[in-house]
């Protein structure tokens, strides 16, 4: 395998007596785009500060291209960033915000001046050039710092929550934009969002951060469909959480709310009288008995809510409460609220969270 | 109810005028009195021609110009410093740029005298040329409540720490980040901090004095204490150089870069 183009190891970042990083590691391969996700305070932007030189760590290494930048202050690293705050410099316009990097390197203003003018294509603002920061859209001004981070071609690209103060429909779009042009570029990528949305739809790899540790890395379908730990499971998607216990380990019994279900094969390591949590996603649960889900649950519908192209059902089962979804029918009515139903789903969808 | 509080806030405001321009208008006349019987310019035309208004003037129009550029380069760099890196030193810096306003000056000049005295290890005072560098160092130290402030100000308008970050990974070092970040950013507050820097100088008359320079305060002073009308006319040509100064700030700030969070 070849040797990867970052590699962050065993990283710690400590404040006085806090530790925000410990014994952080991470390869990313060349063209990669990796995401950084969790909640706010659990040290994924510590991180990308780190390797844009922004923090010291306080222990392990970052290495570039086979190059250990862990102690190069950020104007040696040949880094591209985007900010949050966008951070346009307001006395600059356009083409002079996106020429600085290009100016400050040395290049000559004519191949700057070429430079700029192919940035502002690539991210479809030919004619911006000579605007000023503060005459733009939020959108257009991160399209800008995007084109500004990318315009002197820094060997790894680094994203701050670049879409976090835009308005939900310019996020949905822009992510999309950046995601192509990076493709486009094949430059490293690493994105810092505590959006899982944004993270499972343009990541190559997610890296689900917790506490300062990375709880799981891979890939946005194994990061949804295969959580290493209930928190990732919790954080990432919808997450129906059942108690129940272990009736016959052998055969992978378990009861839940006095009904018997049987997950062969998941509970390894798990005695009789365990008390275990269950995890299923809605989309893995269906209203009534359907062919391929081989296990059920009855109970009685507390909830419904008419959201479109998507009915979003509570069934009460004991003491939990299930959510699924269902697409809307014209022709059938939605089911209503106090009428006895039954689940069902197939063992292997349901999750044991460790 | 609406119109009785209309009327006491134009009588409050028509008090307050009058405070401030009845004594104005009174000096104004009274410096065109100094021809019996009729309003002249006489006492502008002797200033303007007398060439000890000249020489002290221009005296002092340079050594305003080196504290400025000097307050700037001591003033900025620190602010921006202090805002980035070492933020909970701020009040420490706030205390210490107050102190010339508790500080009278003559205190502050005589510590000079001691201090640089011709017998001392940097003797100042020792040349003329030592003494006006002393004087320029003196002007700063009193306008740096005034320039510190302005400087801090327009920098609690921008991001200091992004902006210097963002001009950090596109490979700019600190020089580059001042004077091609920063500085533009806080012009406005800078030229603020320079003109009200220059109206203290033109006028200051303790310092000049007792270090002897041939600065605008001292003839002020001493044109007043040997003449009639003059005093009235140079109080009205300074009043006029205050307010050009306060006009420049106002129509600089104008072209001052617009943030693109606070666009107007």
């Known amino acids: 395998?070849?040797?990867?183009?970052?590699?962050?190891?065993?990283?710690?970042?400590?404040?006085?007596?806090?530790?925000?990083?410990?014994?952080?590691?991470?390869?990313?391969?060349?063209?990669?785009?990796?995401?950084?996700?969790?909640?706010?305070?659990?040290?994924?932007?510590?991180?990308?500060?780190?390797?844009?030189?922004?923090?010291?760590?306080?222990?392990?290494?970052?290495?570039?291209?086979?190059?250990?930048?862990?102690?190069?202050?950020?104007?040696?690293?040949?880094?591209?960033?985007?900010?949050?705050?966008?951070?346009?410099?307001?006395?600059?316009?356009?083409?002079?915000?996106?020429?600085?990097?290009?100016?400050?390197?040395?290049?000559?203003?004519?191949?700057?001046?070429?430079?700029?003018?192919?940035?502002?294509?690539?991210?479809?603002?030919?004619?911006?050039?000579?605007?000023?920061?503060?005459?733009?859209?939020?959108?257009?001004?991160?399209?800008?710092?995007?084109?500004?981070?990318?315009?002197?071609?820094?060997?790894?690209?680094?994203?701050?929550?670049?879409?976090?103060?835009?308005?939900?429909?310019?996020?949905?779009?822009?992510?999309?934009?950046?995601?192509?042009?990076?493709?486009?570029?094949?430059?490293?990528?690493?994105?810092?969002?505590?959006?899982?949305?944004?993270?499972?739809?343009?990541?190559?790899?997610?890296?689900?951060?917790?506490?300062?540790?990375?709880?799981?890395?891979?890939?946005?379908?194994?990061?949804?469909?295969?959580?290493?730990?209930?928190?990732?499971?919790?954080?990432?998607?919808?997450?129906?959480?059942?108690?129940?216990?272990?009736?016959?380990?052998?055969?992978?019994?378990?009861?839940?709310?006095?009904?018997?279900?049987?997950?062969?094969?998941?509970?390894?390591?798990?005695?009789s009288g365990d008390t275990l949590s269950l995890a299923l996603r809605p989309e893995a649960i269906s209203l009534g008995r359907q062919p391929g889900r081989d296990s059920s649950l009855a109970g009685e519908i507390s909830e419904v809510h008419f959201l479109g192209s998507v009915i979003r059902v509570r069934v009460g089962i004991g003491g939990s409460t299930v959510s699924l979804d269902t697409f809307n029918s014209p022709a059938t009515p939605p089911p209503a609220v106090g009428e006895k139903a039954e689940i069902s789903f197939a063992s292997s969808d349901m999750l044991v969270l460790h | 109810m609406k119109q009785g509080s209309r009327f006491w806030a134009w009588l409050v405001f028509g008090v307050g005028t009058t405070y401030f321009i009845l004594p104005l208008l009174a000096t104004f006349e009274f410096s065109l009195r100094k021809r019996r019987g009729e309003y002249s310019f006489d006492a502008y035309r002797s200033v303007f021609e007398d060439p000890n208004f000249q020489t002290t003037f221009t005296y002092s129009v340079v050594v305003a110009i080196f504290t400025i550029l000097l307050g700037v380069l001591l003033v900025v760099p620190t602010a921006y410093w202090i805002r980035l890196r070492l933020p909970n030193l701020r009040p420490v810096v706030e205390f210490i740029t107050l102190l010339p306003l508790v500080i009278p000056a003559i205190v502050i000049v005589f510590g000079y005298i001691r201090m640089f005295g011709s017998n001392s290890t940097l003797p100042f005072l020792a040349t003329a040329r030592g003494t006006d560098v002393l004087l320029v160092i003196g002007y700063a130290v009193l306008a740096l409540p005034y320039m510190y402030r302005a400087v801090d100000t327009g920098l609690r308008t921008i991001d200091v720490r992004t902006l210097t970050e963002a001009a950090q990974i596109l490979g700019a070092g600190w020089t580059t980040i001042i004077a091609r970040i920063i500085l533009p950013n806080v012009l406005i507050a800078v030229l603020s901090g320079a003109f009200l820097s220059f109206a203290i100088v033109i006028g200051e008359f303790t310092m000049a004095s007792l270090l002897n320079r041939p600065a605008f305060g001292p003839y002020l002073q001493n044109i007043g204490a040997n003449s009639a009308y003059e005093p009235s006319a140079l109080a009205i040509i300074s009043f006029a150089i205050t307010w050009g100064c306060m006009s420049l700030i106002q129509i600089l700030s104008r072209f001052a870069p617009k943030s693109a969070n606070r666009p107007n």
């Open chain 1, 1 to 271: 395998m070849a040797d990867p183009f970052l590699s962050i190891q065993h990283v710690r970042k400590s404040f006085g007596a806090t530790t925000v990083v410990e014994d952080f590691s991470l390869d990313v391969e060349p063209g990669e785009f990796v995401s950084f996700l969790g909640p706010s305070g659990c040290g994924k932007t510590t991180v990308l500060r780190m390797v844009a030189g922004f923090e010291e760590p306080s222990a392990g290494k970052i290495v570039v291209a086979g190059k250990d930048i862990t102690r190069l202050k950020p104007n040696q690293r040949n880094v591209g960033m985007v900010f949050q705050a966008y951070a346009l410099f307001p006395n600059l316009t356009v083409a002079q915000n996106i020429a600085f990097g290009l100016k400050v390197a040395g290049m000559p203003k004519a191949d700057a001046d070429r430079r700029v003018a192919e940035m502002l294509d690539i991210i479809k603002l030919p004619q911006m050039g000579d605007r000023y920061p503060y005459q733009l859209s939020g959108g257009q001004q991160q399209r800008i710092a995007l084109a500004r981070a990318i315009a002197p071609k820094p060997k790894l690209l680094l994203l701050d929550e670049p879409l976090s103060a835009l308005d939900a429909k310019v996020r949905v779009s822009l992510r999309e934009e950046i995601r192509s042009i990076q493709k486009k570029l094949g430059i490293t990528t690493i994105f810092v969002t505590h959006d899982q949305e944004e993270a499972l739809s343009i990541s190559d790899r997610i890296a689900v951060m917790y506490g300062g540790k990375a709880e799981q890395v891979g890939t946005p379908f194994e990061i949804y469909n295969r959580p290493a730990t209930k928190f990732v499971a919790n954080f990432v998607g919808t997450l129906n959480v059942l108690e129940g216990t272990v009736t016959d380990a052998a055969s992978g019994m378990v009861r839940v709310n006095s009904q018997e279900v049987a997950l062969k094969g998941k509970l390894n390591g798990s005695k």
